[in-house]
Nanobody, 121 residues
Framework: VQLQASGGGLVETGGSLKLSCATS????????VGWFRQAPGKEREFVAH??????ATSYADSVKGRFTISRDNAKVYLHINSLNPEDTAVYYC?????????????????WGQGTLVTVSS
């Protein structure tokens, strides 16, 4: 299973981006999907997850009110607004082992290669 994360880039503080995570419809259809990020020198941390039908979402406290996760049949999106330099990281999407997501990256079976988000001050 291959995931393709895209949409990262260089933005100024306060800017916005839309990240996408794509894979086959079969892979996504019954599983939760999560977004995690890893900044240089830091461990991978939870950002957001969404359930298999998209009815349940969860966010890290640091991104609540600024990030929104959504999905359709073949992609999962992360809309990120009001970016600040602390959001600079490689963002990864993962397909969960179950229908509902988790804040633990070990609960995700497949990962994409990541997309880099850099926020300038």
């Amino acid at each position: 299973v291959q995931l393709q994360a895209s949409g990262g880039g260089l933005v100024e503080t306060g800017g916005s981006l839309k990240l996408s995570c794509a894979t086959s419809k079969l892979t996504f259809s019954n599983n939760a999907v999560g977004w995690f990020r890893q900044a240089p020198g830091k461990e991978r941390e939870f950002v957001a997850h969404i359930s298999w039908r998209g009815h349940a979402t969860s966010y890290a406290d640091s991104v609540k009110g600024r990030f929104t996760i959504s999905r359709d049949n073949a992609k999962v999106y992360l809309h990120i607004n009001s970016l600040n330099p602390e959001d600079t990281a490689v963002y990864y999407c993962g397909v969960g082992r179950a229908s509902f997501g988790s804040t633990y990256y070990t609960k995700y079976a497949y990962w994409g290669q990541g997309t880099l988000v850099t926020v300038s001050s």
